[in-house]
T-cell receptor, first 115, second 111 residues
Framework: GAGVSQSPRYKVAKRGQDVALRCDPI?????LFWYQQALGQGPEFLTY????????KSGLPSDRFFAERPEGSVSTLKIQRTQQEDSAVYLC?????????????FGQGTRLTVV | ELKVEQNPLFLSMQEGKNYTIYCNYSTTSDRLYWYRQDPGKSLESLFV?????AVKQEGRLMASLDTKARLSTLHITAAVHDLSATYFCAVVEPSGSRLTFGEGTQLTVNP
């Protein structure tokens, strides 16, 4: 597809369950970003990849959160032992450059609800 | 730590009226973005402002940037219902590796 694709669009997880969220960036895009958006808030940075290298993971809220991009294209955000406070929309964005540059294209997000 | 503040957070206006949304940020940055978000949807890029004094216009929306004051404005002219959405400003951190977003301004345009 032409845009950033995320799956699943919606995920309901029981507290304590592990989840994996997938992001397919725009083909050829060097940079990939994950953001967390709580209800009624602006997106908050989680982590940044340049190709397969995770250059900044300072926004990950705890060691239960883990992200990878092994081949420099598709990325997975994994949350272990989910908690209710993890409920949010998780947004993925990609950029053609090795930094945010003049454009970051966002996917539609995965809405995670932890019950 | 870079902080981005928007005001107002909620804005209800009548069709045909003008209004301005303000975005202040705390540290030097050379790029500022405005995004629109409709309920349940992702972020749609509206403007990228790259330099002091930059002004961009698209339809009824006009954005400007004053890097010395660390202030951007999004001006709405003769609002129409279709502009109802949440508007975010976002600033690139000096490292270039992340965007820091404001809290968003929820705009409702009433007939």
């Amino acid at each position: 597809g032409a845009g950033v694709s995320q799956s699943p669009r919606y995920k309901v997880a029981k507290r304590g369950q592990d989840v994996a969220l997938r992001c397919d960036p725009i083909s050829g895009h060097v940079s990939l970003f994950w953001y967390q958006q709580a209800l009624g808030q602006g997106p908050e940075f989680l982590t940044y990849f340049q190709n397969e290298a995770q250059l900044d993971k300072s926004g990950l809220p705890s060691d239960r959160f883990f992200a990878e991009r092994p081949e420099g294209s598709v990325s997975t955000l994994k949350i272990q032992r989910t908690q209710q406070e993890d409920s949010a929309v998780y947004l993925c964005a990609s950029s053609p450059w090795g930094y945010v540059g003049t454009e970051a294209f966002f996917g539609q997000g995965t809405r995670l609800t932890v019950v | 730590e870079l902080k981005v503040e928007q005001n107002p957070l909620f804005l209800s206006m009548q069709e045909g009226k003008n209004y301005t949304i303000y975005c202040n940020y705390s540290t030097t940055s050379d790029r500022l973005y405005w995004y629109r978000q409709d309920p349940g949807k992702s972020l749609e890029s509206l403007f990228v402002l790259l330099s002091n004094g930059a002004v961009k216009q698209e339809g009824r929306l006009m954005a400007s940037l004053d890097t010395k004051a660390r202030l951007s404005t999004l001006h709405i002219t003769a609002a129409v219902h279709d502009l109802s959405a949440t508007y975010f400003c976002a600033v690139v951190e000096p490292s270039g590796s992340r965007l820091t977003f404001g809290e968003g301004t929820q705009l409702t345009v009433n007939p």
